[in-house]
């Protein structure tokens, strides 16, 4: 029987509980009573759920899993189909020393096939300072939330230093921000576009177009930029009076 009245505590867990300790204290207790772990999204969008399953069938723990939506099929809202997705790569925030990039490789071989590339964004939450880490003090750093315009400059920056023609800023990509909540908000445009576009709260994600079907573009065109939008019906009326022509 599982009831609320069985319920004995919850508490908030960071994301180095379940992943930096084998012996997660919580695991060790579900070999006597159920244990429950709430995360955003669906739980097999992280590989440290999938790492979690496998230490209970190593424990002989019974588990249930409870799917939930994610972005890797909400992205959907934006009219690109699912099926026509590459790899999904992850861009985390640059600092002074590290930087990055070999989520690029990833972006072009996904380009290269025509498909189109989910950018996945960096989230900092209760992060530490490399000075309080070194100190032992646990002083956390307030949160930050990487933006399509951050994203989108990353991605020119390195196209740039690797002179890679497939990229630029007049490649069209696509940023969300919220996506299925009441303001979720959606634009398509250029890079150098999304650069300087507000979206506002998080959280944010971002589609490096590939080739886009007509079928697609019917949906897409809803969110484009006024630059795209204007090109997109210009198409659209050249193509009608070609075919009126024959």
């Not at 244990?35 to 739980?43: F, I, N, Q």
């Not at 992850?90 to 020393?97: G, H, P, V």
């Not at 994203?151 to 800023?169: D, F, H, K, M, Y």
């Not at 150098?192 to 959280?203: A, K, Y």
């Amino acid at each position: 029987e599982h009831s609320a009245t069985r319920m004995q505590r919850t508490e908030v867990a960071t994301r180095d509980d379940p992943v930096d300790h084998v012996h997660w204290p919580r695991l060790d207790e579900a070999t006597e009573k159920d244990v429950a772990l709430l995360v955003v999204g669906d739980p097999f969008g992280a590989t440290t759920h999938s790492d979690l399953v496998v230490r209970c069938k190593e424990k002989g723990i019974p588990c249930n899993i409870i799917h939930n939506s994610t972005i890797l099929s909400a992205i959907g809202a934006c009219g690109l189909q699912l099926y026509r997705y590459g790899q999904t790569v992850s861009l985390c925030f640059w600092t002074d020393t590290w930087r990055p990039d070999s989520w690029y490789e990833k972006i072009l071989e996904s380009k290269r096939l025509g498909l189109h590339a989910l950018c996945l964004l960096d989230i900092k939450v209760k992060e530490q300072s490399i000075e309080n880490m070194a100190r032992g003090r646990m002083i956390y750093e307030p949160p930050r939330f990487m933006t399509v315009s951050q994203a989108a400059e990353q991605v020119l920056e390195v196209a740039t230093n690797r002179s890679c023609s497939l990229i630029g800023p007049d490649t069209v990509a696509v940023g969300l921000a919220r996506v299925g909540c009441p303001d979720q908000l959606i634009v398509a445009g250029t890079l150098q576009e999304l650069v300087t576009t507000d979206f506002g709260e998080p959280l944010h994600s971002m589609v490096i177009c590939g080739d886009i079907h007509e079928a697609e573009e019917e949906h897409l065109s809803m969110y484009y930029t006024d630059s795209l939008k204007k090109a997109y019906e210009a198409r659209l009326e050249a193509e009608r009076a070609k075919h009126m022509m024959n």
